[in-house]
């Protein structure tokens, strides 16, 4: 990266000057937009029936805000042919119709722009030849080769695959990490491609990508118009600045722990709290006093809705006790990519009431831990978990290191339970591992603080933060919540999740 901006200096690139040689204002401006929803047009799915030129028409219609034509197989003639009669479709709709690779074939039908890949002409050359009143975009996969499109004059970038995708066989995907590097560190705007749709197009947002170039979700739909609403659907959030926490678990009548805790503690932390309840139980207090479990088809209803409106930028997961919602769990979350997950595996209530048994225990184990970001067992679940007593901190490390070993996913074990009073340690799947200090406070009333230090590491998540970080704010958020000293029922009590800064 300090090679590249050295010889961007040497070579007295200005990004003032290309910008304002490389689109008209207005045409700029707009250009964000223009890219919300951008498809791209793939020959494989034209029958008889039902045209290149039909399905180009139903998606502008029905949404899309900008077309790129890409052709692989046929001869110059014949594309040049088609592209005309698709450029006509989109100019009577004010819609923006480029040329994926073909600067020439651009330049003779008088194309909106170009699109270009790493092994194309160079955005330079291009736009010697187009001239600064077209659209260039142009592929990268780095932050260097980002820099270096826009300082040779792209209007655009295309970022991706963002997910494994079957119309190009020569790519990789690149993590959205990356993505979001990309698109927060150039000035022009950045669109995602590769594999997007209706189920995992929402996975970017955070991303800072102003849209979405999709192929085979649009033009091998058997029903356009739907596929085009839902993905718009998914484009309206993109930027969104309210951040999304999900929890799913069970309800406490009592409202110190569960759904109730989860949510106080995502509202508490900033974040819009949604939930998916596994069960609702009878509990104050001093214990659990009766546990009802949904039905395994509400709880895929409950998930189905949230995901396919508005999707969670991370999920807590507590309480579920019974096999079968694990498994509609697991559905959910893999059919939707789900992303940030933080599991308390909850086995035992702090009143000493078992609220699962072995057999859901395991399915959980199988299924859901493995898609982690991390897990959060106290010291009697870590024991569980690894096989190991645990006597002492260095026990505890070798029990977060086989935790995570076995199930592929961060460990968070909490001290609190008679090794030491505060200390938590963190060991991650890269190998790291970082003691999270804690400050002791004098207070019996700790009901739901397994469930309130999860979903505050959530709230993190979805914000943006690092999980090291998550789990820092989440302990300093807790320390406040208990150090309140709120004093309710006749035995352990309630935290105060809204505990003023």
Not at 10 to 36: G, H, P, R
Not at 346 to 371: F, R
Not at 435 to 441: P, V
């Amino acid at each position: 990266m300090k090679a590249f901006i050295e010889r961007a200096k040497q070579n007295n690139y200005k990004l003032e000057f290309v910008n304002k040689k490389c689109l008209n204002n207005n045409l700029k401006e707009d250009l964000s937009s223009k890219l919300n929803l951008y498809a791209i047009t793939d020959s494989s799915w034209v029958t008889a029936t039902n045209s290149l030129n039909s399905q180009v028409s139903k998606a502008i219609e029905y949404g899309v805000t900008m077309i790129q034509y890409r052709e692989k197989k046929k001869s110059y003639v014949q594309k040049k042919k088609e592209a005309r009669e698709l450029l006509e479709i989109c100019r009577q709709k004010n819609v923006l119709f480029i040329i994926d690779d073909d600067v020439l074939l651009a330049k003779e039908i008088d194309a909106d722009g170009v699109h270009l890949g790493q092994k194309d002409m160079s955005p330079k050359k291009a736009r010697e030849i187009l001239g600064y009143h077209k659209i260039i975009g142009v592929t990268a996969k780095t932050v260097e080769q980002a820099l270096e499109a826009q300082l040779n004059g792209a209007d655009y970038l295309g970022v991706g695959a963002a997910f494994k995708t079957d119309t190009k066989k020569d790519t990789y995907i690149i993590e959205h990490s990356q993505i979001k590097k990309i698109a927060s560190t150039v000035e022009i705007p950045v669109v995602a491609i590769g594999g997007i749709n209706k189920n995992n197009g929402m996975n970017l947002i955070g991303t800072n990508v102003c849209g979405l170039a999709v192929v085979k979700e649009i033009f091998s739909a058997e029903n356009i118009k739907e596929a085009v609403e839902e993905l718009k659907n998914i484009t309206k959030q993109l930027n969104r600045k309210t951040k999304t926490a999900l929890t799913i678990a069970g309800s406490d009548s009592s409202g110190g722990a569960g759904i109730q805790a989860d949510l106080k503690t995502f509202n508490a932390n900033k974040v819009y709290g949604m939930s998916a309840i596994t069960a609702i139980t009878a509990q104050n207090t001093k214990g659990v006093f009766k546990i009802e479990n949904v039905s395994k088809e509400l709880l895929d209803s409950q998930l189905e809705s949230i995901f396919t409106d508005i999707y969670p930028d991370a999920i807590k997961i507590g309480m579920i006790a019974r096999e079968d919602l694990v498994k509609v769990t697991y559905e959910k979350l893999t059919k939707y990519e789900a992303k940030n997950i933080v599991i308390d595996p909850v086995m035992v209530a702090t009143s000493g009431a078992n609220l699962t048994d072995n057999k859901t225990i395991k399915s959980a184990q199988n299924l859901l831990y493995p898609l982690a970001t991390v897990l959060t067992p106290n010291i009697p679940e870590a024991e569980i978990l690894s096989n190991l007593k645990i006597k002492n901190e260095k026990d505890m490390e070798k029990a977060a290191k086989i935790i995570t070993q076995k199930y592929k996913c961060a460990t968070l074990i909490k001290g609190g339970h008679c090794i030491n009073s505060a200390n938590d340690f963190l060991y991650e799947k890269n190998g790291n591992s970082n003691w999270i200090k804690g400050r002791k406070i004098n207070n019996s009333n700790t009901h739901g603080t397994g469930c309130t230090l999860s979903s505050a590491i959530a709230s993190n998540l979805a914000k943006g933060c690092e999980l090291k970080e998550a789990i820092i704010l989440a302990k300093k958020y807790i320390e406040k919540a208990i150090g309140a000293n709120l004093d309710l029922g006749l035995g352990s009590g309630p935290m105060a999740h809204f505990v003023s800064e």
